[in-house]
């Protein structure tokens, strides 16, 4: 490697810092926007027109925040932990392509690299529990390992069966091969495991029980402050933006659109934005579920990761191999994979998760308890 | 109630959010002036003395009933014998001449205002109670009479019982004497 | 040292104490629980109360009768016209005052109006509890109209100092009636949006059912009262069972649960919210004519004796005693709070739960700190 290709390589990886961290901007801005038309406020409008320039004030009340560092915290590990959250999250954008030219680098073994790289997050996350000397850190910590670790599994599988499907594990080749059928078509079943997984994974509502606010108080960053805690946040958004690239490329076709008559140049701007409507369109519906539902607990994520979810992916891998293999048409997959999927919801109503239930509040009249009492009264 | 099926339940709760995520936003952005919510005519924010616009002085006698019905001990007041009275025109013999109430003390039950013979004090529109100096909300006597005008102005304010807590003089009692 | 001795017969399981509260963002205030975990699950818990103590009891004694209304206010700072009601009724039957008609219907409209929107506020922290960040908003949307409604007739949205001894302090404003009937019609959606929105979430549900189990029998025994108390199947509600006031003449439900878990005491509230629009329906469209005070001398000297009134306010059973001795400020007053007596009972409720339970289980009892410590 010579010297040009290093400056451009640096110089590239700058540029690709330079997107995230705007998308990054862009998205705090947006959920708070988000959550509050959910909520009936009007969100952050102050700063700038209607509040735009709000995440740059953020930004620069974070950055000029005082540092602190607990007395008896672990220095290195408190301050190395941010960092080793945010580092395996950005890893994986050299290999996520934004269009058909728009990649850093178009790993064959693209999708092997991101389930491989994006485990390595969790460290972090224990590091940031363990260095804090927090006891509730320490159990926010504790936590997301457990919670992130069980999670990988139905998370990779997911993407497991997308590589069986299109028989790659290139990203451009698997959204090239959802020409015509996208893969949630093929896949609900797969779809559904990837976005819970995917939740789960970025510990978000429902499944924020990490940083968890009303019970572990913010979990691994309560002792953080100032541009370290902004690091933390830097990633959980980066990781949303993320999981919602990739849903977008595994599952809604990427840039593939029904119609995109232009070339050139054109082609890749029109196929650019077309892909990232699709995906506001995904971090939508993570900020939509992140406003209405409320949060499981610890004991119940694991019971659903590992009783529903891990069998379904491996259902999923089953039933794709199998049609493959005996070269069955691909609506099968639809067929069954649909069957699955009402499968699971059937297994969550029957009580995995919720133990008895039956009408328990009766209302009783007022004047029913009046003639009672007045009959005692009498005896 | 009977409980539903779980996909029930997850879609309901779409459903409930991204209606009310077409509605108008309910909030109000406080501290624009323009864009407060109003307040009701009986809203109770700090008490302030109300001024005599027939006769430009204060309603207030001093009488310090309030001071000694106050539930906090909040206000603090002095009378003094009224110039304008010994001229002749006025009715009222005492007139306050210090009034000092510690408003963050005040806890705005409004006993004051019910205790008053004189409809002297009333509970003004104001309740910001932000100040930048410790102590700073220890309100004298003027600036009672400033929050007072102010209110009286909005609401067109007029005494509860304007014929005996006017300060037009009597006209002269000899008429009254000689029947 | 007690506690440790305690402690150490569970110390084999014991991985950890931490501190929950009274810094602590969902203890509603400041509550502090010690507790002793064996990985998630809780091993012991101990309550500590006290940080909001002002001593609102023994400042009684060297206030006015009148004077002290203001101070019932703030004991429970989100029912505070029940509060007050209470107070009120205990001074009346000591001195034998008979409220006018008109005042009695306005106490029940504008009580029964408070006790929707303290429903709605533990309908809100209880979503936050959760995990659930929009309930919270709707919530508070709710109590927000009540709380308009209550400005336009009190002059306060919290702290009103409106139910006076006698009666109230002065009549309701002329719109009242119409403004009433609009509120109630929102009211009637928000309580049914929010309904929808948390109560048949599975994972709410998964969250709250079986959680924090009371039965009726030991509920009775820890004193609970209120919701608490009707989500064990107890049908005890003194508005029934005890009327005050004329709640007797009128026709609502009472919500009683069957399993005393976490979910029974949320949606007995729900339920609740419901019955009490029916009141309100009710005493509205009969609400005579006539005076709102009755005839009391401004000092209030009640002749010697004692009283003991109970009510029903949104949290439970508000009991007030009151020693007089004949002068114009009270010999001793004694509060009985509800949230202090259900409290007691959470060392049994958090039995064999997790940490995240102990905090659902806390706002399933709904404490007002300022009720518990007065």
Redesign the interface.
Same mark, same amino acid.
């Given at each position: 490697m010579n010297m040009p290709e290093i400056v451009g390589l640096f110089f590239k990886a700058s540029l690709l810092l330079f997107f995230i961290l705007m998308v990054v901007l862009i998205l705090t801005l947006a959920e708070r926007k988000a959550l509050a038309r959910i909520q009936q406020r009007k969100g952050p409008n102050r700063v700038g027109f209607k509040g735009i320039l709000q995440p740059f004030a953020d930004a620069l009340k974070l950055l000029t925040k005082e540092d602190i560092l607990p007395a008896s915290a672990n220095k290195q590990i408190f301050w190395v932990a941010p960092l080793a959250v945010f580092l395996p999250g950005f890893l994986i954008w050299v290999t996520i392509p934004l269009a058909k030219e728009v990649v850093l680098a178009n790993l064959d073994m693209g999708l092997f690299y991101i389930t491989a790289i994006s485990v390595l997050s969790v460290m972090g996350l224990l590091m940031a529990g363990w260095g804090s000397a927090n006891k509730w850190a320490m159990i926010g910590g504790l936590r997301a390992a457990g919670q992130l670790i069980s999670y990988e599994i139905p998370f990779i599988m997911a993407i497991l069966a997308i590589g069986i499907l299109a028989q790659s594990f290139n990203l451009k080749e698997i959204v090239d091969d959802q020409a015509q059928w996208p893969f949630a078509i093929k896949q609900p079943l797969g779809l559904f495991i990837f976005l819970t997984a995917g939740l789960a994974e970025l510990g978000r509502t429902p499944f924020d029980i990490h940083h968890a606010e009303s019970e572990v108080v913010g979990g691994p960053f309560v002792e953080y402050s100032g541009a370290h805690w902004s690091v933390f946040y830097l990633a959980e958004y980066m990781n949303t933006f993320t999981i919602a690239v990739l849903t977008v490329l595994l599952f809604l076709g990427g840039w593939q659109s029904p119609v995109l008559p232009f070339s050139g140049t054109v082609q890749t701007v029109a196929s650019l934005s077309w892909f990232l409507i699709k995906t506001a369109l995904v971090i939508w519906v993570i900020f939509w579920i992140r406003g209405t539902y409320p949060r499981l607990r610890i004991d119940q994520l694991m019971s659903f990761g590992w009783k529903i979810l891990v069998p379904a992916s491996f259902i999923n891998i089953f039933l794709t191999a199998s049609v493959l293999y005996y070269a069955l048409p691909h609506w099968v997959i639809t067929v069954v994979s649909l069957g699955f999927l009402g499968a699971t919801f059937y297994f969550i109503k029957k009580g995995s998760l919720a133990g008895n239930k039956q009408d328990t509040v009766t209302i009783i009249n007022s004047s029913d308890i009046r003639a009672q009492l007045s009959n005692k009264a009498e005896v | 109630?009977?409980?539903? @099926?779980? $996909? $029930?339940?997850?879609i @309901?709760?779409?459903? $409930?959010?991204?209606r009310?995520?077409l509605?108008?936003?309910?909030?109000a952005?406080y501290p624009a002036i323009e864009k407060r919510?109003p307040?009701? @005519?009986?809203?109770?924010g700090f008490p302030a003395l109300t001024w005599d616009y027939d006769i430009e002085e204060p309603y207030c006698t001093g009488c310090m009933v309030c001071v000694r019905?106050c539930?906090t001990q909040c206000m603090s007041a002095q009378m003094k014998d009224n110039p304008q009275h010994e001229k002749g025109l006025s009715r009222r013999r005492k007139i306050i001449e210090s009034f000092e109430i510690n408003l963050g003390r005040c806890?705005?039950?409004?006993?004051c205002v019910?205790?008053c013979n004189f409809d002297a004090i009333e509970?003004s529109h104001e309740y910001e109670l932000s100040k930048y100096q410790r102590n700073a909300n220890r309100v004298n006597l003027n600036q009672l009479l400033d929050m007072g005008v102010v209110y009286q102005n909005k609401l067109q304010w007029t005494p509860k019982q304007p014929q005996k807590n006017s300060g037009i003089p009597l006209p002269p009692k000899q008429s009254e004497d000689s029947s | 040292m007690q506690v440790h001795q305690q402690v150490s017969e569970y110390s084999d399981a014991i991985d950890l104490m931490v501190n929950m509260g009274p810094q602590h963002p969902s203890t509603h205030g400041v509550f502090r629980l010690v507790i002793w975990v064996d990985g998630e699950r809780i091993v012991k818990v101990e309550p500590h109360i006290g940080y909001l103590h002002r001593g609102s009891e023994k400042i009684c004694e060297s206030e006015q009768y009148s004077q002290i209304v203001t101070l019932f206010d703030r004991l429970d700072y989100v029912g505070n016209l029940n509060n007050e009601l209470a107070f009120c009724l205990a001074v009346e039957k000591l001195t034998e005052t008979v409220v006018p008609e008109r005042a009695e219907y306005i106490r029940v409209i504008l009580c029964e109006l408070n006790r929707i929107a303290s429903h709605m506020l533990f309908y809100g922290v209880y979503g936050l509890d959760v995990g659930a960040t929009t309930p919270m908003l709707y919530g508070f949307r709710e109590r927000e109209r009540v709380q308009e409604l209550f400005e336009s007739v009190t002059g306060a949205r919290m702290m009103h100092n409106y139910i006076r001894i006698g009666g109230v302090k002065e009549d309701v404003p002329d719109d009242f009636d119409k403004n009433v009937l609009i509120l109630l019609d929102h009211l009637k959606r928000g309580v049914d949006e929010c309904d929808r929105l948390l109560s048949q979430n599975e994972m709410f549900l998964a969250r709250t059912k079986g959680v924090g189990i009371i039965t009726g029998e030991d509920a009775l025994d820890y004193g609970v009262t209120g919701p608490a108390l009707r989500a064990s199947g107890v049908i005890e509600d003194v508005r029934v069972t005890d009327p005050y006031s004329i709640y007797s003449r009128f026709d609502f439900g009472i919500p009683v649960g069957s399993n005393g878990d976490c979910w029974d005491r949320y949606y007995v509230r729900v339920e609740e919210m419901r019955e009490s629009i029916k009141i309100v329906e009710q005493a509205i469209s009969d609400i005579p004519d006539g005076d709102i005070s009755a005839k009391v001398r401004r000092i209030i000297r009640p002749p010697v004796g004692e009283v003991f009134v109970r009510t029903e306010s949104p949290r439970g059973d508000l009991g007030v005693f009151l020693v007089s001795d004949g002068s114009d400020k009270p010999y001793r007053v004694k509060v009985r709070p509800p949230s202090f007596a259900n409290l007691q009972a959470l060392e049994y409720m958090l039995e064999d739960t997790y940490i995240a339970d102990a905090v659902l289980v806390l706002g399933s009892i709904d404490i007002i700190m300022g009720e518990v410590d007065r």
């Open positions: - | 109630m009977k409980i539903q @099926n779980p $996909v $029930v339940g997850f @309901n709760g779409l459903m $409930v959010t991204i009310s995520t509605r108008r936003p309910v909030t952005e919510l307040l009701s @005519n009986r809203f109770m019905e539930p806890i705005l039950c409004g006993i019910d205790v509970m | -």
